[in-house]
């Protein structure tokens, strides 16, 4: 049994996924963004000075960038609503545990190059097939030396070099994360960094865009010149105090909810600019049938319970993509989403895990390369059944988008929402009016 968690919440156990009964009137608070409270930590690791983070996410994700960061030799006070983090020379001989988090794999193996000594790396089982190769090569083209017993994967360890030149390539196609981690630490660099992506596509443009904005409000340069380069120029890293907007692509689900179950669903907090990938939900869910409307920092979404099917491209969007997706299994149309090859690195092979999932609740759903197509909501409806989640916390929230509509629904460790959003049951619950 599961202690103090709410019934079926942990580890093994199924969570009854909550039905819809009546249409929603709920306003969801969401907590910050894993992408920009990993950003803004590594800044602050590497700043001039010691930098506040207000509104940082509490997560697995965050507490293993955390854990790595100290590991590093950097101080964090993350005991209250603020946190302080203090700089200080990145030390060598740590052991850096990424569990699940792309963040923590992708962003921090750079900073090694800032090292006085080998820093090893490893996570969880599902981490060790996550794609890393193209970031480890660049590393070894920084004159790193790079153990990791020719896998291209974790566990890792990364040997600081005497000098690092000012050019690197790297292909990104199977991850933004790749160019984001080199940006990152391209500022502590004698000379900056020249980055240059060699891969054919290159998904979560907003990603990197994110992460230049980032470098940018800390008072560093950065110059694209062509839409596959980025320049970093050295400087030191001043973010100032920063305050993380709440993470949009975690707001997705329950905006998705308002679809499902019919009424209005409000996200406060909703930044009037933003590079997160979330951006893109009130434009698709309005294809699919919502109202969307933003006034002030109030994104409010407005259902009557039907959902149309889509096509579309979710190359610059790929985190969102399992919520859609939910969607477009309960959609009365067919619908088609490209650009999302890359997904098969995610947490899981998101795209076959989808398909595998629509199919055991009786809807069609089919994956290929870079594509998943769906059929619509059968006319008998789905079925319920104990959803599988992979470990990933995107397919925890897809399983109980459907539930919303589909009696009899479990989603198999629901727990794994901690990796980016620890409090997802009673939210989900809270949105419905029912006790966490
Ligand atoms: O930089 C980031 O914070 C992220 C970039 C994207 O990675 P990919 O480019 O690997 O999809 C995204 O999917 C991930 O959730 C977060
Ligand atoms: C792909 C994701 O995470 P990560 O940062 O671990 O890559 C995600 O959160 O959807």
Redesign the pocket.
Known sequence: MSGALPSGTGPGEAWDAPVAHRPLDATVSVPGS??LT?RYLVLAALAAEPVTVTGGLRSR?SDLMIGALRGLGVEVDDAGDEWCVTPGPIRGGAHVDCG???????FVPPMVLLADGPVSFDGDEGARV?PMGPLLDALRLLGATVDDDGRGTLPFTVTPPEEVPDVVEVDASS?S?FVTGLLLTAPRLDDGLTVRHTGETLPSLPHIDMTCEALRAAGIRVDQPDERTWIVHPGEIRPGDVRVEPDL?NAGPFMAAALVAGGTVRIPGWPAVTTQPGAYYPELLTRMGAACTLEGDVMTVVGDGTVHGIDADLSPA?????TIAALCALADGPSRLTGIGH?RG??TD?LAAIAAEVGRVGGRCVADDDALEFGGIPPAGLTGAAMETYH???MATFAAIIGLAVPDLRVVNVGTTA??MPGFPALWRGMLGLDG
Request: no cysteine.
């Open positions: 894993k992408s990993n994700d699940l988090a792309g963040t923590v794999m992708r996550r991850s994360q692509s790929g985190e969102i993509t399992p997904l995610h947490e998101r990933d916390h995107r990796k980016t």
